[in-house]
């Protein structure tokens, strides 16, 4: 533990010293000046001034008030300009009992102030309060980057359950995706079913952050295997209303759910079987221009106990392409819900590969604080038609 006395009198100086040293506090160092105090932490060195540079090895500053060149209060104003001299306790030491030099020190960044001459019960009492609340910060400073490193890592492993683009003569499917947070409550997944036939799913889990993922890798831990073993779109979406009804959330005040839409797209028979929980309507532009919206037949996913979901179905003839999205596209736009549909309609038509770069930078660049964001996810499905088989 350092501490560093700044004063321009040698012989306050040496009273600090002596105070401290018989308390303990040998670990200490002097400087005769406010300017030779900033080098010596080095504050003139040409790291940014927010720069999260090392870790200073200074735990306490008493810093007389009133110097030649630069007093207490400028220096103070100075080191809370940089990332890691700004949380050092500064206590002054002052002989000037005028009660607005004391509040503007206070302002400037000084913890605390102590009157010359000094008592030594006083100093000591406050130098002792000021390293406890270092201590402290220090302690939750440590704990919230060890919390951000664990989220960067939980959120590399939830990237890594999204899968990868597929690119098959008729079919290819594509994503973007935007958490609001590091972790997000959005989860999109597909397989191949064999035979020309592919499982699809986009859902929205309620809210975001920590919980909302949770729930999302639960759900993603299930999904291969209920999409191998049910196929079926009503099937799907009742199992995995039994299988997230199962985690029984002992907080009854908050009713978890999420809204989901599968599809199975037999691009053999040219028709896409779905259920939509409760999700945004699907958008399928067919080749002849006609959008169909694959809308809500059923209830989200872990409102009730059971659900009806029953299958809807579409075909299609040459090419198309199926938009599935979550509601943090639609509610970046002002307006109604139905003209941010429309406003999203008009933006996913033309042609049917998927322009994912100008995707991204219409819908998923930074435009609103990150408070009122939503997570964004788009998935994008080209079929390229082909001739039908029996």
Request: aromatic share 8%.
């Amino acid at each position: 533990m350092k501490i560093l006395i700044v004063d321009d009198n040698p012989t306050n100086i040496i009273i600090i010293r002596e105070i401290l040293k018989k308390e303990g506090y040998r670990n200490t160092e002097s400087m005769n000046s406010a300017g030779e105090m900033l080098e010596r932490l080095g504050y003139y060195d040409d790291a940014p001034l927010s720069s999260p540079a090392s870790k200073s090895d200074v735990d306490l500053i008493l810093l007389d008030m009133m110097m030649p060149e630069m007093d207490g209060i400028s220096a103070c104003r100075l080191l809370q300009q940089r990332e890691r001299m700004k949380d050092i306790p500064v206590i002054m030491v002052t002989a000037v009992g005028d009660s607005k030099k004391l509040a503007e020190a206070l302002d400037a960044g000084a913890v605390d102030y102590v009157t010359k001459p000094i008592n030594k019960v006083e100093l000591m009492a406050r130098i002792r309060s000021a390293l406890r609340l270092k201590q402290e910060k220090d302690w939750h400073k440590e704990r919230d980057q060890r919390i951000q490193e664990e989220l960067k890592l939980a959120a590399l492993i939830q990237n890594a359950v999204l899968s990868l683009p597929i690119s098959d003569p008729l079919f290819k499917i594509d994503a973007l995706y935007k958490p609001s947070f590091e972790l997000a409550g959005d989860l999109y997944s597909w397989y191949s079913l064999g035979e020309g036939r592919y499982g699809v799913i986009l859902l929205d889990m309620m809210g975001h952050g920590i919980s909302s993922s949770l729930f999302c890798m639960f759900i993603a831990s299930v999904l291969k295997d209920t999409v191998s073993t049910y196929v079926e779109p009503e099937k799907v979406i009742q199992e995995l209303n039994r299988r997230f009804n199962m985690l029984y959330i002992d907080n009854q005040l908050v009713q978890y759910y999420f809204t989901a839409i599968y599809l199975v797209i037999d691009t053999r028979y040219k028709k896409i079987d779905y259920v939509n929980a409760g999700h945004p309507p699907g958008l399928f532009y067919k080749e002849n221009g006609e959008v169909v919206k694959l809308g809500t037949v059923c209830p989200p996913v872990g409102l009730f106990d059971k659900i009806e979901a029953p299958t809807q179905t579409i075909t299609y003839e040459g090419k198309g392409h199926l938009v599935l999205y979550t509601d943090g596209l639609t509610e970046s736009v002002e307006g109604t819900q139905e003209e941010q549909l429309d406003w999203l309609e008009r933006q996913l038509a033309g042609d049917h590969a998927f322009p994912k770069e100008n995707m991204r930078e219409l819908m998923f660049a930074e435009e609103q604080p990150q408070d009122r964001e939503d997570d964004k996810c788009m998935v994008w499905i080209t079929l390229e038609g082909g001739n039908e088989q029996g």
